[in-house]
């Protein structure tokens, strides 16, 4: 977790919010007519200077969840709300609102034109949204050196001719920053931020995001595979699984006192917790395919407590085949699991 002051604003209006999102895909495997539920019912507020992690397994989601949230992709239902304003999928409505929540990619090299030098790419996002020089804005200059110095690149203007090729990979990935910050975002959405680059700048990039944070109140959502990142970043950690969220809280919560058994396995793998001497619980069944969403509960399929009896000797296993857990609220302490919320459930007669 962030050794930073909280400076989230609680009960704050959220600086970006998704209700009962949906997302679906014509299936790319030639399965029929059926289509990769992508994002299966989701709810999720972010509040201003908060910064949620998204973690999950490969497949489950979490990319096509980003970029609905910089409306880069239209929802099939539900809705996006930036400021509590809905996301208008109008073109000139949209540009507005792309603004104010940039998304910032894994693969800097990818990002980056190699015949384009710094000052262009940064520039780019000022053309695009029509706030260059060309267009009469005289300070472009001012905003791209502003922009890079923020990013951690100083002085600017040192950087402004070069190219990709002469810039380390973490100088790449501070102007993919830069183009996002140019444009005074109020959240940066971060698809795997760090997962491209050497251990050894993965931390300058992750305490820029931090500084970014503590400095101008920056939210972000930062999609991760890893939950190692997610500890030392977010306040708030969001676990996906075949296209719902299915574990939310507090990184505390989260990842000290997981109630969902996904969690629980997804954590059981993580160094941490197999040099305390905990089994790791390893899930089987298929890989979870998002044409193919199983009936009741999505994970019952490699539940550790299905499969072991648990759920039976718990009175939940007829729920877990059938019942398809509620989608969670958009923010505070939850788990999409029959037994996890039975046992939070008050005992009956117990006062
Ligand atoms: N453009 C597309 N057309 C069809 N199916 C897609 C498309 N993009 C994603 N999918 C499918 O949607 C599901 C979710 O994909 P997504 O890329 O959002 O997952 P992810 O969690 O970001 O995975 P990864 O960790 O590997 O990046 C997957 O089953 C994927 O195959
Ligand atoms: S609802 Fe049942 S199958 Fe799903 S995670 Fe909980 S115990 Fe496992
Ligand atoms: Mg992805």
Redesign the pocket.
């Known amino acids: 977790m962030s050794a930073e002051a909280d400076p989230t604003e609680v009960g704050a209006r959220p600086v970006l919010s998704v209700r009962e999102l949906y997302v679906a ?4 495997h030639g399965r029929g007519r059926a289509r ?1 539920r ?2 299966d019912g989701v709810d999720l507020d972010i509040a201003p200077g908060e910064i949620v992690a998204l973690v ?12 609905a949230l910089t409306g880069l992709v239209v929802p099939t239902a539900g809705r996006v709300l930036h400021d509590g304003v809905p996301v208008s999928y109008k073109s000139r409505a949209l540009k507005a609102c792309r603004r104010g929540v940039q998304l910032v990619l894994q693969d800097p090299t990818g990002a980056l034109n190699p015949r384009r030098t710094v000052y262009e790419a940064v520039a780019e996002g000022l053309r695009i949204h029509g706030r260059s020089a060309l267009a009469g804005f005289p300070d472009e200059r001012a905003k791209v050196a502003d922009a890079l110095s923020r990013a951690g690149l100083r002085p600017p203007e040192r950087f402004f001719d070069l190219r990709p090729h002469q810039l380390s990979g973490g100088q790449r990935q501070r102007v993919v920053i830069a183009g996002a910050l140019v444009l005074d975002p109020q959240v940066l959405v971060a ?2 931020p760090v997962a491209s680059l050497d251990a050894s700048v993965r931390g300058e990039i992750l305490k820029l995001m931090l500084d970014l944070r503590a400095s101008a109140g920056l939210s972000a959502l930062v ?1 991760t ?1 890893d939950l190692g990142l997610a500890w030392n970043i977010a306040d708030r950690v969001a676990v ?1 699984y075949l ?1 719902r969220i299915v574990e939310t809280g507090t990184v505390e919560e989260v990842l000290t006192a997981p109630q969902h058994p996904y969690t629980r396995a997804l954590l059981s793998v993580v160094a941490v917790v197999a040099k305390s001497g905990a089994e790791p619980a390893i899930l089987t069944g298929e890989t979870p ?3 193919a969403i199983p009936t009741g509960c999505r994970f019952h399929p490699r539940c550790p407590l299905v499969a072991s009896g648990e759920a039976e000797r718990l009175g939940v296993a007829g729920r877990c085949l059938t019942v398809d857990p509620e989608p969670l609220p958009a923010s505070g302490r939850h788990a999409a699991c029959h037994a996890a919320r039975d046992a939070a459930r008050p005992a009956a007669g117990v006062p």
Do not use: F, I, P, Q
């Open positions: 895909y014509r299936s790319r990769a992508a994002v999950g397994e490969s497949g489950c989601g979490k990319s096509t969840l980003a970029r698809d795997e999609v595979h996906m296209g395919d998002s044409a």
